[in-house]
């Protein structure tokens, strides 16, 4: 069973911040916060990961709360292309544990 | 997504055939995982594999379903004798040796059995 909760779908306006909230509350200590997204009729995309420091790269930026039950994915200046489904997971960061994907987000852009 | 590779892209089969499907993972990667993707659900864990090695099939339907990595050349995921329900979408992964490392996806096979 997943992990994280997320709500179901959102909207964003195009090129407005989007930012897609992922309770984990039951995270341990060795787990990460990962970010996928699936683009309509593709494989999941990886978008970043983060163990407790705020992480940033060229897709997005990570924000996870100081007591790591809760992270944020924003992407910075929402376009069209990134409409899909967003996917939040923990997983144990020793190992090749696998992903466990649960239910995700529906991000819409609006033009 | 660059780097694995899966093929056939799209694959036909008829009730009672068989269906292979295989995946090369990323230049440098020594693991391998299989999910399925019904229409409209979500991505559901098959099978994980090390070359030569399964190590955690857990996810895989009981019957008809197989799938190895050889010391040589790609990860396959056989399906014999399908039915209807099998039409899914299959994606592969891969990750590298080492703890925590990040796994990318294929783009996926898409198989429908009429």
């Known amino acids: 069973d997943a992990k994280t909760t997320q709500p179901p779908s959102m909207d964003c306006a195009e090129g407005r911040a989007a930012n897609l909230p992922c309770n984990h509350s039951?995270?341990?200590?060795?787990?990460?916060v990962y970010w996928y997204r699936q683009i309509h009729s593709q494989g999941p995309q990886y978008i970043i990961h983060?163990?407790?420091n705020n992480e940033t790269n060229e897709m997005a930026s990570l924000i996870i709360t100081e007591d790591r039950k809760s992270s944020t994915l924003i992407l910075p200046h929402a376009t069209l292309r990134d409409t899909a489904v967003y996917y939040c997971?923990?997983?144990?960061?020793?190992?090749?544990?696998?992903?466990?994907f649960g239910t995700g987000t529906r991000l819409t852009i609006i033009p | 997504n660059a780097g694995v590779m899966q093929n056939p892209r799209h694959l036909v089969r008829r009730r009672g055939q068989e269906a292979r499907l295989r995946c090369s993972p990323m230049k440098g990667h020594s693991h391998v995982y299989w999910y399925r993707q019904l229409p409209e659900e979500g991505l559901k864990f098959m099978v994980y594999?090390?070359?030569?090695?399964?190590?955690?099939e857990s996810g895989m339907p009981k019957e008809r379903f197989s799938a190895e990595f050889p010391k040589e050349g790609p990860s396959i995921l056989r399906i014999q004798q399908v039915v209807r329900g099998d039409s899914a979408a299959y994606f592969c992964?891969?990750?590298?040796?080492?703890?925590?490392?990040?796994?990318?996806f294929g783009e996926g096979s898409w198989l429908t059995v009429v």
């Open positions: 983060g163990l407790k």
């Open positions: 039951t995270i341990s200590g060795n787990e990460y």
């Open positions: 992964a891969s990750s590298s040796l080492g703890s925590g490392n990040t796994i990318y």
């Open positions: 997971i923990v997983r144990l960061n020793f190992g090749n544990e696998k992903l466990t």
């Open positions: 594999l090390q070359k030569e090695n399964i190590i955690d």
